[in-house]
């Protein structure tokens, strides 16, 4: 537990650079600079006498880390969003005159530490145990059917008693007591260094570690080692390259261009022409982006959901049957008999926070090559690069841009969750773009309002918005669970929370630490971890924008999950939205000594009035932190560990109440059968094949549910790929004897999964 929700002591380091300093003493402009390690951000302050400028992000949106040593380990220093390096090395985080090793080795490790504890790779990580928790809740929950002799499904009479109008969906226990597994992958390494550096004394290694990408640059000469550290969940894309139809690299967002770096260095290993092995480095990172990324976030969220569904569609049942308060909300009479005076605050069924956390979209596919650009290439190439093919297909889970010409090849593909904003501009009032795309002459206005609704939709459907009210649509359903578990405890005279001697008899010598009491009365881990918002708008236009930018207005409007910028003049018309989870810092920053005041988010500058209204600069800011951390990452956080509290004290009350009930677990065999079917494993327990198998690696550029052919002892045959596999995986498929081998149009299902 405490692996899976550290908390961090706040911690401070003065990271001034006295070089930086003292070159601004003459003007009396001594600046300084301290890094602050929160419990939920980091925040970076630099002042001098004239300008007090702060930059707070959370952990989960610190995308890189880039530990960098020169001349040997004498000299360090640290590139991150926080404080990007450029190009030359200016910039970052350098303390003191630039060789205090130890203090940058040191606030390396503490950030690499919060950033795997309060950051996505947390959130992964509690993912993961969760699923093994429901697994076997999954499991449990329908056994207690059996052991009451529930009829499952019940008739349409008894579903009417119960549940009235508003019957949950009840799927068949063979599911019901299925649950796909996480993939896990191994260690990787490859050795990315280009020719041209390796004549530089240069080398060049990626290591695809659990949860991050390693990237390490050493300079033999200089002693320069730079180290990159960046989560798969914040990899934005990761796009192979091809030019000339020889030359082959990839990149990988912030892996390979850190901030702050105008030009960035892809991974194009060997004399850069060793395609293969671009592909083989682009399908292992495009696997674990996929599965230990947003979107892979998304979807264990949603397995989630559909657990607790069936949990609330089972314990009514078993209620029922043992003459209890099966209705939910209880009576009051149920709630004050439970928990006395000082019950949890409960919502109705119908109540849920969102009639549709997430969504699932097809696959659709726009021309959106812009003809100014294609006839350029046609002319600057005398026909040699031939008619550019510049597509964009919105698949489900993230959208795929591809730019061809016969010089070469690039392919972008970006999760919905690392849209950081759809931008829709119209210039001159016939010029349309989106997104920096501009298909037809001029920008097709009826396409590009199409693609903007698509991508909005998606962003919204299937991205870190989705992600939040799934979370809250969950923690209601995770309640509902934990309410009805406590009226069965309390019908059947089984004691909770249990004795130590109870909990050791069911769990032995180390058993799981249980919340406080006052969890059990509805207080969470987090009080209000996540918040519903109003919506306001304010008037940020600049004066000095409006005089020379043909008396251009600006808007913001901050609704429930995302801000939206807006800018209206007589020759131009933009539209940006950002969601709170990628605003990144919003703290005011003031310049000329406190008279003028700004606030800068990562794609947005709000700087209303003559620049010097501190009154609604600092309201504004407040306004975005406050919905930033109700609303955004921290929220995302927040909301997950109240999540992992409930399902741990559900699985302790029903592990409780097998024990007190005398209901015997592990099953029998005969039990699982009887309950589920033949085919259902124990949790932890991979399904059994029967017969031979095969082991079955996903090729490049099939997905899962895909068909795909492959070949046994038996000759050649189609299986289908499991759901949450992707290039890469491997899974067991089961070899069809000659008796009854299928048709090539017949597809066999897998088994298990690695």
């Known amino acids: 537990m405490e692996y899976l929700m550290q908390t961090f002591p706040e911690r401070r380091f003065d990271v001034t650079n006295w070089i930086e300093a003292w070159l601004g003493l003459p003007c009396c402009l001594i600046t300084r600079k301290s890094l602050e390690l929160q419990s939920e951000e980091?925040?970076?302050?630099?002042?001098?006498?004239?300008?007090?400028?702060?930059?707070?992000?959370p952990y989960a949106q610190l995308t890189l880390l880039e530990e960098r040593t020169m001349f040997w380990g004498i000299c360090a220093g640290i590139n991150s969003d926080l404080a990007p390096m450029n190009d030359k090395g200016e910039?970052?985080?350098?303390?003191?005159?630039?060789?205090?090793?130890?203090?940058?080795?040191?606030?390396?490790?503490?950030?690499?530490?919060?950033?795997?504890?309060?950051?996505?790779?947390?959130?992964?990580?509690?993912?993961?145990?969760?699923?093994?928790?429901?697994?076997?809740?999954?499991?449990?929950?329908?056994?207690?059917?059996?052991?009451?002799?529930?009829?499952?499904?019940?008739?349409?009479?008894?579903?009417?008693?119960?549940?009235?109008?508003?019957?949950?969906?009840?799927?068949?226990?063979?599911?019901?007591?299925?649950m796909e597994r996480m993939p896990e992958f191994q260690p990787s390494a490859y050795d990315v260094t280009c020719c041209l550096q390796s004549i530089c004394c240069t080398s060049r290694h990626l290591e695809l570690a659990q949860d991050e990408a390693v990237l390490t640059t050493k300079q033999t000469i200089t002693g320069t080692v730079v180290t990159s550290r960046v989560p798969y969940a914040n990899i934005e894309s990761v796009n192979p390259k091809n030019i000339c139809g020889c030359l082959a690299f990839l990149e990988a967002g912030e892996l390979t261009r850190p901030p702050g770096q105008v030009e960035g260095q892809p991974l194009q290993p060997g004399f850069g022409c060793d395609a293969?092995?671009?592909?083989?480095?682009?399908?292992?990172?495009?696997?674990?982006?996929?599965?230990?990324?947003?979107?892979?976030?998304?979807?264990?969220?949603?397995?989630?959901?559909?657990?607790?569904?069936?949990?609330?569609?089972?314990?009514?049942?078993?209620?029922?049957?043992?003459?209890?308060?099966?209705?939910?909300?209880?009576?009051?009479?149920?709630?004050?008999?439970?928990?006395?005076?000082?019950?949890?605050?409960?919502?109705?069924?119908?109540?849920?926070?969102?009639?549709?956390?997430?969504?699932?979209?097809?696959?659709?596919?726009?021309?959106?090559?812009?003809?100014?650009?294609?006839?350029?290439?046609?002319?600057?190439?005398?026909?040699?690069?031939?008619?550019?093919?510049?597509?964009?297909?919105?698949?489900?889970?993230?959208?795929?841009?591809t730019f061809q010409t016969n010089c070469g090849t690039s392919i972008d593909r970006k999760p919905y969750a690392q849209l950081r904003a759809v931008d829709e501009e119209i210039f001159c009032c016939c010029c349309h773009m989106v997104n920096l795309l501009s298909p037809g002459w001029f920008g097709d206005s009826e396409k590009l309002n199409e693609i903007a609704g698509e991508l909005q939709a998606r962003k919204v459907g299937r991205g870190n918005i989705a992600q939040l009210r799934n979370q809250e649509n969950t923690m209601v359903k995770a309640l509902e669970s934990d309410i009805r578990m406590d009226i069965l405890l309390k019908k059947k005279d089984i004691s909770y929370p249990p004795s130590q001697q109870t909990l050791q008899a069911i769990y032995g010598e180390n058993p799981p630490h249980l919340p406080p009491v006052s969890s059990e009365r509805g207080q969470a881990l987090h009080l209000s971890a996540s918040e519903q918002m109003e919506r306001r708008v304010f008037d940020i236009t600049n004066i000095f924008e409006k005089i020379c930018c043909c008396l251009q207005t600006t808007s913001l409007e901050l609704n429930d999950e995302e801000a939206i910028f807006r800018k209206s003049s007589c020759c131009l018309k933009a539209v940006r939205r950002e969601p709170y989870a990628q605003l990144g810092s919003v703290e005011p920053a003031r310049a000329f000594f406190g008279l003028c005041v700004n606030v800068q988010t990562d794609q947005n500058f709000v700087c209303p009035g003559c620049g010097c209204d501190h009154r609604?600069?600092?309201?504004?800011?407040?306004?975005?932190?406050?919905?930033?951390?109700?609303?955004?990452?921290?929220?995302?956080?927040?909301?997950?560990?109240?999540l992992l509290m409930e399902i741990i004290k559900l699985g302790v009350k029903v592990d409780t109440f097998f024990h007190g009930a005398n209901v015997p677990y592990p099953p029998s065999q005969e039990t699982m059968r009887s309950t589920f079917g033949p085919g259902v494993p124990l949790p932890g327990q991979a399904p059994t094949v029967a017969g031979p198998s095969v082991q079955v690696t996903v090729p490049v550029g099939v997905r899962a549910g895909d068909s795909l052919e492959v070949s046994?002892?038996?000759?050649?045959?189609?299986?289908?790929?499991?759901?949450?596999?992707?290039?890469?995986?491997?899974?067991?498929?089961?070899?069809?004897?000659?008796?009854?081998?299928?048709?090539?149009?017949?597809?066999?299902p897998f088994m298990t999964a690695s």
């Open 42 to 57: 980091v925040v970076l302050r630099t002042q001098n006498c004239c300008c007090n400028v702060t930059q707070r992000r």
């Open 91 to 178: 910039g970052g985080i350098v303390p003191g005159c630039g060789c205090s090793q130890e203090l940058v080795h040191e606030i390396v490790r503490e950030l690499n530490l919060r950033k795997d504890g309060r950051g996505k790779v947390a959130q992964m990580r509690q993912q993961r145990f969760m699923l093994e928790k429901l697994s076997k809740l999954a499991v449990q929950v329908p056994l207690l059917l059996t052991h009451f002799g529930v009829a499952y499904p019940p008739d349409e009479a008894t579903v009417r008693r119960i549940f009235g109008a508003r019957a949950p969906p009840m799927r068949p226990l063979a599911e019901v007591g299925c």
């Open 276 to 401: 293969g092995l671009v592909e083989r480095i682009r399908a292992d990172l495009q696997a674990r982006v996929d599965v230990r990324g947003n979107t892979g976030q998304i979807k264990q969220l949603e397995k989630m959901m559909v657990k607790f569904g069936d949990f609330a569609a089972e314990l009514p049942l078993v209620l029922d049957k043992v003459g209890a308060d099966a209705s939910y909300p209880p009576s009051q009479q149920t709630m004050n008999a439970v928990y006395g005076a000082q019950g949890p605050e409960i919502s109705p069924p119908s109540e849920m926070p969102h009639e549709m956390p997430s969504q699932n979209f097809p696959t659709r596919t726009f021309n959106v090559r812009n003809e100014f650009q294609n006839l350029g290439g046609l002319i600057g190439t005398c026909g040699i690069a031939g008619c550019l093919k510049h597509e964009m297909v919105l698949e489900p889970e993230q959208v795929v841009t």
């Open 616 to 642: 609604l600069t600092e309201e504004i800011s407040a306004e975005l932190q406050n919905r930033k951390v109700k609303r955004g990452n921290i929220a995302q956080i927040r909301q997950q560990e109240n």
């Open 712 to 748: 046994g002892p038996t000759g050649r045959f189609m299986v289908t790929v499991p759901q949450g596999l992707s290039e890469g995986h491997t899974f067991q498929a089961q070899i069809p004897s000659p008796a009854t081998a299928p048709n090539d149009s017949d597809m066999i």
